[in-house]
């Protein structure tokens, strides 16, 4: 969103603005009116038709010509104008300005694309096959023989009927770690390789602990984390292990437990996804992903925006889309000797997953940006009181036990009980909008945790449950 004064005119900043919001994906709001120099506080509009005009005239001068919908609107009885900014189509992209230049959406401002930006969206007006691209000077000598070994085993055992059936070189080609000249795709060196730097340097992940920093200090524990996918996962969780603060904290029996100030199975999920979606096309080559702890929070960026999915629908969706299919397949079945687990499920369930242990850990939902060409995740640590879709703290219910805290699933479903009586886990789904799966857990903890909850029905009837008699008393 961009708020624009336009009491003397259509500001000069405001075709930067346009090309940057159409670039961004799902576009942008602008609004005419109000003074980001008075706190946003709505000023007179001299003539509203003439800026509406000059609008509609503005969008014409962009490459390709940017599309709007104005509307009239009112802050404090005063008239504003909104032009909501329609997303360039990706097969268009970037949008430019008059001057030449195409801008891009930052936290503070619009800034011109440097040419290495312009390559990302020129790349993405297509699908990419990064993944399959033979890498030149590699054979079958560069990978490693334990990962392939249990990358061989996995096939075989999930597919012997399909891949499976196949072995040795055989294997490799159809399993898409071999191209068809014999050199390594540049997915089987990134997964199944003993050193993929060797011919991708910055393929890495950059970590740094930025807490508490004296003034001569820029970072501690600074790493690049670099081997085959699997082995950079396993190396930056427990790079995390060692860096993230530790609570003491009373389980169910009362005893004292050290707790992670982020759960790492939902770092895990987080990693892993960067490192399969991260884009693979030429002008990222030069690019790392990066992974931060800071005062109370956790970021991580990869190269490349969301493929397939907006970020609104991130979490709430099982959307299986991937930049890198050939990539995601190998890391299906691409398995790190040093804790046999698989890097991915592949099942589209990892970010909602994410979105379950952070609730249950009440912790803030994690934040996302995508500006088209690179996307990042934030956490924040510490308790939370829980905000609503448009970021507002909500307004406290009385009804709630002081035991819950606000704004978090558990309270949700509390009062869905409190509202209806007596619920089956599949009602209060559909009442709360919250997963089955997520509405099993936390009745399991207003049960056994807060006893709040009691379950209800006898044999050959189904469970429900309801708020037990003492809090409704």
């Known amino acids: 969103m961009e708020a624009k004064s336009a009491a003397g005119g259509l500001p000069e900043s405001l075709q930067s603005s346009l090309s940057a919001l159409a670039n961004l994906p799902g576009g942008g709001l602008i609004i005419l009116g109000l003074d980001e120099n008075t706190n946003f506080s709505p000023v007179e509009l001299n003539d509203p038709n003439v800026l509406k005009q000059g609008l509609g005239n503005l969008t014409r001068s962009l490459t390709p010509p940017v599309h709007l919908e104005i509307e009239d609107a009112d802050v404090d009885g005063i008239s504003v104008i909104t032009a909501r900014v329609a997303e360039c189509p990706p097969s268009q992209k970037p949008c430019r300005a008059s001057n030449g230049k195409a801008y891009l959406r930052s936290y503070d401002g619009d800034y011109p694309l440097s040419e290495l930006e312009e390559q990302a969206f020129l790349h993405s007006r297509t699908a990419s096959h990064a993944d399959r691209m033979s890498v030149p000077d590699t054979t079958v000598e560069d990978l ?57 340097p910055q393929f890495v992940l950059r970590v740094a602990d930025r807490r508490g920093l004296s003034r001569s200090e820029r970072a501690r524990n600074v790493q690049s984390i670099d081997g085959p996918i699997p082995r950079i996962l396993s190396a930056t969780l427990e790079w995390l292990r060692s860096n993230l603060a530790n609570t003491a904290v009373a389980n169910k029996s009362g005893a004292l437990v050290s707790q992670q100030e982020f759960p790492l199975e ?4 987080l990693v892993a996804n960067a490192l399969v979606h991260r884009d693979l096309e030429a002008w990222s080559e030069g690019m790392a992903i990066e992974l931060r702890l800071e005062t109370g929070k956790l970021v991580l960026s990869n190269p490349g925006g969301l493929y397939g999915i907006t970020v609104d629908r991130l ?141 209800a029905g006898g044999p050959g009837q189904s469970v429900s449950y309801r708020i037990t008699d003492s809090q409704t008393k």
């Open 144 to 200: 490693e023989n334990d990962l392939v070994s249990a990358w061989t085993d996995q096939v075989k055992a999930r597919n012997p009927q399909g891949l499976g059936r196949f072995a040795g070189v055989e294997l490799l080609r159809r399993g898409g770690v071999v191209a068809a000249d014999g050199s390594l795709t540049k997915a089987g060196l990134l997964v199944l390789g003993t050193y993929p730097q060797q011919f991708f």
């Open 266 to 269: 939902a770092l895990r999920e």
């Open 315 to 455: 979490t709430k969706e099982h959307v299986t889309s991937a930049r890198n299919p050939r990539l995601v397949q190998l890391c299906e079945n691409a398995t790190d000797s040093t804790n046999n687990s698989r890097v991915i499920e592949a099942l589209a369930s990892g970010l909602p997953r994410v979105a379950e242990l952070l609730e249950e850990n009440e912790l803030s939902p994690a934040q996302f940006w995508d500006n088209g060409i690179n996307f990042t995740v934030k956490l924040t640590s510490g308790k939370h009181l829980g905000t609503t879709e448009g970021g507002e703290v909500p307004s406290v219910d009385r009804r709630t036990p002081s035991s819950l805290r606000r704004g978090t699933q558990l309270e949700k479903i509390y009062l869905a009980l409190l509202d209806n009586n007596q619920s089956t886990t599949s009602e209060l789904a559909t009442i709360t909008g919250i997963s089955a799966p997520s509405v099993r857990r936390a009745l399991t903890r207003l049960r056994n945790d807060y006893h709040l909850v009691e379950a």
